[in-house]
């Protein structure tokens, strides 16, 4: 890319549409500490550039809790190699209906830890050519996820614009703690693809696609959950009660794709404009749009940076979603497909954040710091979804990145 104008770090900063923001704990100093030893090893060459980060986030609903140590680092050494590597823990708790609430509306509750480890390696050319490679591996007690990923890109036409291809190959295996006779396995392959171009001076645009295939089990299917129930209802007056509780169903194949355009914009030497329009689709004519406004303030040459932002998405529910599955309590027939799974109702949501970052200078022996915060607020409405209609939530998140 041309070399930005003043305003490049608020017209950057938080440009993504996931934010994962950072806290300062006991492992990134660690994990600094092994980059920088593997660096030395690898090259020879005294002082690297390491970078290490920590981060600690919170989500919580009336329903969920989750909190996300994590912490990551990058060793660069000589102009063209970078190795990095990455951890996270996930420890989930909370409560979650066993059967839609027309027919149970009790609860069970559950915990869950899992964990995530992750390396890549990079290689930066001239004129912004790049090659990346990395590994992920997530496990918990019932379910593992590998995935290899790829990806590639490069500065065009004297850096007005720059293209990113990438590819993205998963493993996953499902389990069942209660059941260890059953597994299921899961095989995805994702494409994207970003084009990012000067149309003028303090102006970005961003063009983005991205594409997926899962093949899954015929147990219970793409992204079904295989404790989650449905219950099978009578007809309209053909009977009380629950006839019977069925293992949700999903296809056993899913195609996804997805396009969207992103601006950004400087206005004078501090503020910066940001906008954003996405749209979904699947093979399951599962439907979204989200659109998205952000406006972000720089203070004392971009040393703090406040951004307010806003999101809302509407979706369109699966062809096989339905509130209620019900039969002829005479003759009884299961429905091939079917979900309690929110996320395949009609949903509509919208999301209020505010964040900021903070570029702490050198005190001392201690490197200069990059501190972050950021808190959402979300709101989410599935009005046919009888179980949770409504489910509201925060999400905070902070922490610190270092240089040295």
Known sequence: MRPPSRSAAVILAGTGSFHRVVVVGSKAPLLGLLLWTFAQTA???????????????????????????????SVVFGDHVEAS???????????????????????TRFEETRHEVGVGVGWRGRDGRTLDASWTTSL??????????????????????????????SLEHVGQSDDPTFGEDIRGHTIDLAWRQIVAPGTVLSLLASGSRDRCGAAIGCQANPYRYIGLLPEAGAGD????????????????????????????????LHAGYRFYGDSWRVKGHSVDLAVARSWASERLILRLEGRATTQAPATFYRPRYTTSSM??????????DRELAGLRSLEVAT?????LPRLGALPPLLATLRLARLWNRAAD???????????????????F
């Open 85 to 107: 590597a990455r951890w996270r823990i996930d420890i989930l708790s909370g409560a979650t209906h066993v059967l839609v609430a027309d027919a149970i509306s009790t609860a």
């Open 355 to 359: 964040s900021a970052a903070l570029r």
């Open 140 to 169: 918990e007690s019932d379910y593992a996820t590998h995935a290899l990923g790829l990806s590639g890109g490069s500065d065009l036409f004297d850096r007005m614009a720059h293209v990113q291809a990438s590819w993205h190959v």
């Open 43 to 73: 090259t020879g060459v005294a002082a690297p550039t390491v970078t290490a980060a920590a981060h600690f986030d919170v989500y919580s609903d009336p329903w969920l809790l989750v909190q996300s140590p994590a912490a990551d680092g």
């Open 331 to 340: 003759e009884p027939e299961a429905p091939a497909w079917r979900t309690a």
């Open 241 to 272: 009660g629950v006839l019977f509780a069925l293992r949700e169903r999903h296809p056993d194949e899913r195609w996804r794709g997805a396009l969207g355009v992103r601006a950004a914009h400087a206005v004078g030497a501090s503020y910066a």
């Open 385 to 403: 979804f009888a179980a949770q209609p409504e489910r509201n939530s925060w999400v905070l998140s902070g922490g610190a990145r270092a240089r």
